[in-house]
């Protein structure tokens, strides 16, 4: 039975945007595959981790048949991307197998009974819903993404608080030894929610967001976060746990203010962390008059030294960090200049944007 039949293009777009979520190995065989499902005029095509599902609908008029099948998403993908651009692709369902057609060449594949596959239900208990564009979106996860933890026994780290309160939505991630906090104000006030987003979940909402200023719809239950933008569906678990209060983090006496180019830092410290030590990754500001100066040594005795002048009239400094940890800050913000300010060698350092309250990084220092 015919059930298909449409242009590669058609098919592989949704299926790139859905694939994402689909883990190599998984215990539930199913879980492995991408839900294709026609209704009237709409194609979806659905996949989940149990945590997370993603849709991805698309418009297909060439049959008026509904179906639901599922079928091997990674396999799918792969023969999709293999074909020619522009490639005619046909498929029929018999019995529990798919077959593909598409030019000169067939596949047929294993499918699974489509009543089979574990749905995530969508969540009746909507707290709070915000609006906001994906560009706006997308900047914000990616102010704070690399603060979060990767595979942290405090599994509530493994994630990224989002806030909505007093009219702003805020997004917080730290991995206990750096902190990356990003706001936005909102046009409406909406009722004040916090929940932890996964991980996997950030990293799939950054991939798919666009650049656009097209609306992105955030439904917060909770227990569940749904968001739906362009053609996607996306809806997650949250983490359940206490989030560290970031408000205790964040330094607000700090004496010791510097104001510096960002990229003239960047660049001097992607080039002394070429002689960082590999494991420790540690790097040295020294601070004095109009001056700073930093150091990179590694195990077998060798020195990178950068030296600038800067405006800076605060007492001497000595502070060592994590080189990768002001990288990655550093890398991910779009500004002219940051802000850094410090309090002694044992303190954490705040860097902020100038004439902007809603970026704020704190860093650790490390000994050295």
């Known amino acids: 039975m015919l059930l298909i039949k449409t242009d590669r293009d058609t098919l592989l777009k949704p299926l790139q945007e859905v694939t994402g979520v689909v883990e190599r190995r998984h215990t539930l065989p199913i879980l492995s595959n991408v839900l294709i499902e026609r209704s009237g005029d709409k194609l979806s095509l659905i996949a989940t981790d149990l945590e997370i599902q993603v849709t991805a609908i698309t418009a297909c008029t060439d049959q008026d048949k509904d179906f639901s099948i599922t079928v091997s998403a990674k396999k799918l993908l792969d023969i999709c991307r293999s ?8 498929l029929d369902g018999e019995d529990s197998r798919l077959q593909l057609k598409g030019g000169k060449s067939r596949f047929s594949l294993q499918t699974l009974p489509a009543v089979d596959f574990p749905r995530v239900a969508p969540s009746l208990d909507v707290k709070s819903v915000v609006r906001l564009s994906q560009k706006t979106l997308k900047r914000l996860l990616n102010l704070v993404q690399f603060s979060m933890a990767q595979q942290d026994i405090r599994y509530y780290l493994n994630g990224l608080l989002l806030i909505v309160d007093a009219g702003q939505l805020k997004v917080v991630a730290t991995d206990g030894h750096r902190l990356s906090l990003a706001s936005v104000p909102l046009e409406e006030t909406i009722e004040s929610q ?15 967001l666009t650049d656009s200023e097209e609306e992105t719809i ?14 996607i569906i996306l809806v997650s678990k949250v983490i359940d746990g206490k989030f560290p209060d970031h408000n205790r983090v964040i330094p607000t ?3 010791k203010n510097l104001l510096i180019a960002r990229t003239f830092l960047l660049q001097a410290l992607q080039r002394v962390s070429i002689l960082s030590n590999e494991k420790f990754r540690g790097v040295r500001l020294v601070l004095t008059g109009n001056n700073l100066r930093i150091v990179c040594n ?22 060592g960090f994590n080189v ?3 990288l990655d800050v550093l890398n991910n913000l779009g500004c002219e200049n940051v ?9 954490s350092m705040l860097m902020t944007v100038p004439g902007e309250d809603s970026f704020k990084y704190v860093v650790m220092p490390m000994r050295i």
Not at 83 to 90: A, F
Not at 221 to 229: G, L, P, R, Y
Not at 299 to 318: H, T, V
Request: hydrophobic letters at 35%; glycine letters at 6%; one cysteine or more.
């Open 298 to 319: 590694n195990s077998e005795q060798e020195e990178a030294q950068e030296e600038m002048e800067i405006e800076y009239a605060g007492d001497a400094l000595d502070i």
């Open 194 to 208: 916090e929940v932890i987003l996964p991980r996997k979940t950030v990293v799939e909402l950054i991939k798919l």
């Open 339 to 347: 802000a850094c300010s410090f309090g002694d060698a044992n303190s």
């Open 83 to 90: 074909l020619p651009e522009g490639t005619t692709v046909s």
């Open 253 to 255: 006496n700090h004496d």
């Open 218 to 231: 955030i439904e917060i239950a909770q227990n569940q976060v749904k968001f739906t933008f362009g053609n």
């Open 324 to 326: 990768s940890y002001l």
